[in-house]
């Protein structure tokens, strides 16, 4: 057993609030496989006691995934507490207003997660609360390791903010294979909206509600009318629709409003009462069929050691675009702990990190130089979708539009779950995209 092996055991093992379901993934195989693929990082001396890191990341999945990259931080400053500042909720709505209030204040954490594209240039770039990290970046040979077009959008006017750890895929449909199986349901390498809505009446006829949604999360309806948008527009639409190549008026849009609203007569009856996870539990055991949702619900479902009994395909109509959903840490501008701040980033962006974080947060690691042999079943299939199929942005997670127009949607989408009035939702889009210029 490494060092890096032995402290990632000790770590599970002396986590407070270490599940079954963590437990049950320490011993799968494919996950050993990943902790012996560790080498150790040369971190810059000088370490201060504490390293503070700020994210929202809490759930099964998510704090898994989280308490391999402190591991990897770990090995190489093993005498630095590390604090834990996450703020529960998912696509990080209370944490980015929690943090925009550190920040605004001058109180910033030693490191924050952050989506790639306009929410890092906007919430934190163009304020001045991030620190250009191009040194870094050279030292750690990552300009050669990470895809260029990655590159590109943690990258304003020649100065890199950000180190991405991980690429989710947004347009993911997870489905209960029992339910559909119980039902004569069968899903093939890919879904059509009409195949889909045949299974949902189907399953509705069987009183079972074919769309788990937790939209109490605020994030998870704009986030299955984002995915309906791609897969009824297809991706080079869906990109001139947010480059305002596409009106918001279109009827292309029109359809997509329509089919987003039929599918939301499959809801299940208590969506506005769970969170995306809620809803991820609600297709786990049975009382919902599917769930539009981006992969780290597939953590979610590692985590719970379910993986057997929960399929996967993209949403609807929506195959031939990968909805890339970036997560990444930031160095603050004064972080309190520059050192431990700095060597926090050198953790996350190895490639011995991010080949174990993935299979517990449900993502595949963003650096291209990973060992793609290790990933297998749900894993292999992001990797090569997303080699092959059109890469697009995410509304719901900040890399589409501008803070501004995304909340526009949001506040836009939430009365439409309840109304379906088509019109004055595509009104109300097509003002919020005018109010943005
Ligand atoms: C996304 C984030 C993911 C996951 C998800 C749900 O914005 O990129 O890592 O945490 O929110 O909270």
């Given at each position: 057993m490494?060092?890096?092996?032995?402290?990632?055991?000790?770590?599970?093992?002396?986590?407070?609030?270490?599940?079954?379901g963590a437990a049950a993934l320490a011993a799968s195989p494919l996950l050993a496989r990943f902790a012996s693929a560790q080498t150790p990082?040369?971190?810059?001396?000088?370490?201060?006691?504490?390293?503070?890191?700020?994210?929202?990341?809490?759930?099964?999945?998510?704090?898994?995934?989280?308490?391999?990259l402190f591991a990897a931080f770990s090995a190489g400053s093993p005498d630095v507490t590390i604090i834990n500042a996450a703020v529960a909720g998912g696509a990080g709505s209370n944490a980015q207003i929690a943090l925009q209030n550190r920040l605004s204040g001058g109180q910033p954490p030693d490191s924050w997660q952050s989506h790639?594209?306009?929410?890092?240039?906007s919430l934190y770039v163009d304020p001045g609360y991030a620190e250009p990290i191009n040194a870094l970046w050279e030292e750690q040979g990552?300009?050669?390791?990470?895809?260029?077009?990655?590159?590109?959008?943690?990258?304003?006017?020649?100065?890199?903010?950000?180190?991405?750890?991980?690429?989710?895929?947004?347009?993911?449909?997870?489905?209960?294979?029992?339910?559909?199986?119980?039902?004569?349901?069968?899903?093939?390498?890919?879904?059509?909206?009409?195949?889909?809505?045949?299974?949902?009446?189907?399953?509705?006829?069987?009183?079972v509600a074919a769309v788990g949604l937790g939209d109490k999360d605020t994030f998870a309806a704009p986030q299955f009318f984002e995915n309906t948008l791609l897969g009824a527009l297809g991706p080079e639409s869906y990109l001139a629709l947010w480059a305002g190549e596409l009106g918001w008026d279109s009827a292309e849009v029109t359809a997509a409003i329509e089919t987003f609203a039929r599918a939301l007569d499959y809801l299940n009856e208590d969506h506005a009462a769970l969170t995306w996870d809620g809803a991820m539990d609600a297709v786990i055991e049975g009382r919902a069929a599917f769930t539009s949702m981006g992969d780290w619900a597939w953590g979610h479902v590692v985590s719970k050691g379910v993986e057997d009994q929960i399929g996967y395909v993209t949403h609807p109509g929506s195959e031939g675009g990968f909805v890339t959903v970036v997560d990444g840490f930031t160095?603050?501008?004064?972080?309190?702990h520059p050192v431990n701040a700095r060597n926090w980033l050198r953790a996350v962006g190895s490639k011995e990190a991010q080949e174990v974080f993935g299979p517990y947060k449900g993502c595949i690691p963003a650096r291209t130089d990973i060992d793609a042999s290790l990933f297998e079943g749900y894993f292999s299939w992001s990797i090569d979708a997303l080699a092959s199929v059109a890469s697009v942005t995410s509304l719901a997670h900040g890399s589409s539009a501008s803070p501004q127009l995304r909340q526009a949607i949001f506040d836009a989408t939430i009365p439409f779950v309840v109304d379906r009035n088509v019109e004055a939702y595509q009104q109300a889009l097509v003002m919020a995209a005018e109010d943005d210029v």
């Open positions: 490494t060092d890096l092996q032995r402290l990632i055991q000790r770590n599970r093992l002396s986590r407070r609030g270490f599940t079954a990082i040369t971190f810059e001396e000088g370490a201060e006691e504490e390293l503070e890191i700020f994210s929202w990341w809490t759930t099964g999945g998510e704090s898994a995934g989280l308490d391999q790639h594209g306009k929410e890092l240039f990552w300009l050669d390791a990470f895809p260029q077009g990655l590159i590109d959008q943690v990258t304003l006017d020649g100065n890199i903010y950000l180190v991405p750890v991980g690429i989710h895929r947004g347009n993911v449909m997870f489905y209960n294979k029992h339910v559909l199986a119980d039902n004569g349901i069968e899903i093939g390498d890919s879904l059509s909206v009409d195949d889909f809505f045949a299974a949902a009446d189907t399953l509705k006829a069987a009183g160095l603050p501008m004064n972080a309190p």
